[in-house]
Nanobody
């Protein structure tokens, strides 16, 4: 069964850091771009970041540019989202998703497989 499994998430204080991972099951990550989305309470899901299959191209939403870093380890078959300087407005359920490209990373229809989501709460 093809899956993306997201461990991690949790509660962090404002200004803190957290790293999310996304473990593929049933397929190799090498050929796919991976996007990260989030959905805050009462809001629509939004694209946060994306990394190309070879890791050379990355994209970020303006709201996280300079604070979040997307990366991948194709040997370990795992992508990561490093989140620094977290703010209360970053509180959301975070999802990873599989795509072919990052060109239109904000659009959900570009992705064909989604993780179950993990809760990130930024609060003192």
């Amino acid at each position: 069964q093809l899956q993306l499994v997201e461990p991690g998430g949790g509660l962090v204080q404002p200004g803190g850091s957290l790293r999310l991972s996304c473990a593929p099951s049933g397929f190799a990550l090498d050929f796919y771009a991976i996007g990260w989305f989030r959905q805050a309470p009462g809001k629509e899901r939004e694209g946060v970041s994306c990394i190309s299959s070879n890791g050379y191209a990355t994209k970020y939403a303006d709201s996280v540019q300079g604070r979040f870093t997307v990366s991948r380890d194709n040997v370990a078959n795992t992508p990561y989202l490093q989140m620094n300087d977290l703010r209360p407005e970053d509180t959301a359920i975070y999802y990873c998703a599989r795509s072919n490209y990052c060109a239109h990373f904000r659009f959900e229809y570009e992705y064909d497989l989604w993780g179950q989501g993990t809760q990130v709460t930024v609060s003192s």
